[in-house]
């Protein structure tokens, strides 16, 4: 009988960790269907040297491949890590803040929405900083 209910508990919490693995990889941001009319990124970093670095995206097709990266977002576990920038989506009728995390791994990077992480592939997002006046470096302080 011990035997039958280890099993029996075994396969319950084998099936609840699965579960929540497939939550995380096939769970997605929900953000808004349209396109913001721009896209402030403000970089800081993890350092602490206060040298903020500011760019505006208001060309509608850096916008719209900004929007099309972070909708691939998919949710990841959270942790405590701070923000080390935002990424403020400025609409007509308002603003959505998008906490950007240090990246911790080489395939992803992590940002916050909603009380929510997410992950993105991190070389189309480094891919999308090239050129903007953004020292990437500060977003990946963190191998």
Known sequence: M???LW????LVVVSG???YVLWLNSTSVQLPPNNPQ????????????NERQEVIIDDPTEVSEFMGMLRTGRANEDHKCGDVGTANLNFEDGAIK???LPGHTARY????YDR???RI?????????VGRQIDIGKLFESP
């Open 121 to 129: 592939d991190r070389r189309r997002f480094q891919k999308f900083l």
């Open 38 to 49: 721009s896209i402030e990124l403000i970089v800081f970093g993890i350092s602490g040297d």
């Open 116 to 118: 929510n992480n997410y």
């Open 7 to 10: 099993l029996l508990v075994s």
């Open 109 to 112: 990077y992590e940002f916050r």
């Open 2 to 4: 011990k035997r039958k």
């Open 17 to 19: 960790i699965a579960s």
């Open 98 to 100: 998008i906490g950007l």
